[in-house]
């Protein structure tokens, strides 16, 4: 067996190896630009620099942006986490008619083309005579966030046995006790997993972000807008630097943490 | 104690429990025996409170359950896998059921400390869910659920998950528990051996309906039906007709063995049919034509198998296509000679070891 695995070692390196640098090589470029002197984005490189992070810090727009994007992501994360749970919590833990195709409609986010979604949305807030806001930015990011926390917090309420909880009603909680004493403390990996993972989606959705907002805008809009300014890019790098900075500490805790989860649930198994 | 009255559940088309009374009495160790699918398991939830009977009504010391919702019974059950909760050590388990019991903090740690004795687990108070074995947390779930003092245990097939020793081990324990503790134990089993092990009572289920309620040695001696016959331990079954009744004794004639003479079956129609039942420990194997015997039977030794302190041997019949169950006590090793295939044995067995059973 080992020696098995030793000969595939050497055909599939290569191929992972090529398969990362492909992936990796184009998103190791912007911290690198970042650090460089000159305001044209080419080699070779010039002197190493802050100036363009010291930029960044001082464009208030920028910043303005960023905030509203962290905004809308927190409250979003919050928000579709939330139903997300409750819906993950019915369909798995009740007999519900029509199940399945209940399930499917939740879903149809995930596969609808966002420009489809971002238009569609567009008319029916139209007819309306709803403003455009980053109210409805957030809403329209829910629709596509709802699901995604719904699949994360299905798989992990199938993970821990259901007796659990009528264990705790037994021992005489109602069904709200039962959910803070047992089910929230089992699913608790499951919720921190959901809100990284739609925040993250949220905080970097273009589409309906660019269909949805008026004059106050997300990092994403305010990003693409810039790029026909050629004077502005270096501080974008420094930006998309620091968010890649971000996003890898972060993912790197939620994986860290459903780990844990799943190794809880391996524990409970019988 | 407890009393099912013309209990019904139906899942959609299925009915899971069909018109189901029966009386569980205040200190009895209950059983619920059946395969599994016979209704067993909904029967038990529906006194937890799980599931609410589709008709009929549960009574709890003659109070209607249908309105109290499982937290207010005064039951607790005790979980197929246990269902220990793996966010708590064990002690925080068995505290759980303490919080709304208005005992002070000392109080409760005391009581802990007390059944933790009681399940031979002291010490093992902060040990986690994980880091106990299968007959540990079996253990932690039975003080989890007696903390709370119930009038009735409930469990689900609990010693399921553990192997042959440690389950036996834990049938006695169980049961000297339910004897010091004086609670009233509805116990949900498909192993029958178990059922009569450890049980006052048991009812047999089968298809959602209860076939009999007997003691283990009713059931087994004296089965009143061929299911129940078949379910509890093994059986041989002979299809026949009744020539002679008299109340005391009755004469079967039988294709396979012959005139059959049996002391049980009360006042039956000559020319009926019957079914005659012999369990395989009840007859025996003599090379020699037994002069004494009432009832005999001719065959031929088929295969066998040795299980260390008895072999089952299999014995054909002339006229019968299956070959008959006999059980014998290995008490001494010359028993290799009579498993040797293929030699002619007379099979005998007295009058008072004969079921008579409805022909189906």
């Known amino acids: 067996m080992a020696y098995a695995a030793r000969r595939r070692f050497d055909g599939f390196t290569i191929y992972a190896v090529a398969y990362l640098v492909f992936i990796y090589l184009p998103v190791l470029f912007l911290p690198l630009f970042s650090f460089n002197s000159s305001r044209y984005i080419a080699f070779p490189l010039k002197e190493f620099t802050l100036q363009w992070y010291e930029e960044m810090l001082n464009n208030p727009s920028l910043i303005e942006a960023l905030l509203n994007s962290v905004k809308i992501g927190v409250a979003v994360a919050i928000a579709s986490t939330l139903m997300g749970t409750l819906a993950a919590k019915a369909v798995t833990r009740y007999r519900i008619p029509g199940r399945g195709p209940l399930i499917g409609v939740i879903m149809v986010p995930l596969v609808i083309p966002e420009i489809i979604m971002g238009i569609a949305l567009l008319i029916v807030l139209n007819l309306g005579g709803i403003d455009l806001s980053l109210v409805t930015v957030a809403l329209g990011h829910m629709l596509l966030c709802v699901p995604f926390s719904m699949l994360v917090m299905i798989s992990r309420m199938e993970g821990f046995d259901k007796n659990m909880e009528e264990a705790a009603r037994d021992l005489g909680e109602n069904s709200w006790g039962a959910f803070w004493r047992v089910t929230f403390p089992l699913v608790l990996p499951g919720i921190v997993a959901s809100l990284l993972l739609t925040f993250t989606i949220s905080f970097d959705e273009f589409i309906l972000a660019f269909f949805l907002s008026s004059t106050d805008v997300t990092l994403p809009v305010f990003i693409w807008s810039s790029l026909r300014f050629p004077r502005k890019i270096p501080a974008i790098l420094a930006l998309g630097a620091t968010i890649l900075v971000v996003s890898f500490v972060v993912v790197t805790f939620a994986e860290w943490f459903r780990r844990r989860g799943v190794h809880v649930k391996t524990d409970t198994g019988v | ?360």
């Open chain 2, 1 to 360: 104690m407890i009393r099912f009255e013309a209990v019904r559940k139906s899942f959609g088309h299925f009915r899971a429990v069909n018109d189901v009374t029966l009386d569980i009495r205040r200190g009895e160790f209950f059983s619920l025996l059946g395969p599994s699918g016979c209704g067993k398991t909904t029967l038990l939830r529906m006194v937890a409170g799980f599931e609410a009977p589709t008709s009929g009504e549960v009574y709890i010391d003659d109070q209607p359950m249908s309105v109290i919702p499982p937290n207010h019974r005064p039951v607790n059950m005790v979980f197929q896998n246990y269902a220990i909760f793996p966010h708590l050590d064990v002690r925080g388990n068995i505290a759980f059921g303490l919080r709304k019991s208005g005992l002070s903090k000392d109080e409760q740690s005391k009581q802990i400390d007390e059944i933790l004795e009681l399940i031979k687990l002291p010490g093992f108070g902060s040990r986690q869910a994980d880091q106990l074995s299968g007959g540990q947390r079996q253990r932690v779930a039975l003080a989890r659920a007696l903390i709370k003092k119930p009038k009735v245990l409930l469990l689900d097939e609990p010693l399921g998950a553990l192997d042959k020793k440690l389950r036996e081990q834990m049938q006695i324990e169980l049961r000297s528990l339910q004897q010091q503790v004086g609670i009233t134990f509805v116990f949900v089993t498909h192993d029958q051996e178990e059922a009569l092990t450890l049980s006052d009572r048991i009812a047999v289920m089968s298809e959602g309906s209860v076939l009999e309620i007997a003691s283990p040695t009713e059931l087994y001696e004296t089965p009143k039906t061929s299911f129940v016959a078949d379910f509890i331990g093994t059986m041989n079954f002979f299809e026949g007709k009744i020539t002679t009744s008299d109340g005391q004794n009755t004469n079967i004639e039988t294709p396979a063995l012959g005139s059959v003479h049996a002391t049980t079956g009360g006042q039956l129609a000559a020319g009926s049919d019957i079914l005659v039942a012999i369990r395989p420990e009840k007859l025996r194997l003599q090379f020699e034509r037994p002069p004494q015997a009432k009832n005999i039977a001719l065959g031929r030794m088929g295969p066998s198998a040795y299980l260390g302190d008895r072999s089952h041997l299999y014995v054909q019949l002339e006229n019968r296509k299956e070959p008959v169950s006999v059980a014998l006590q290995n008490l001494e090793s010359s028993a290799d000679r009579i498993r040797t295939p293929d030699q002619d044995v007379w099979l005998s067995w007295s009058p008072e070891s004969v079921v008579l059973l409805p022909a189906q």
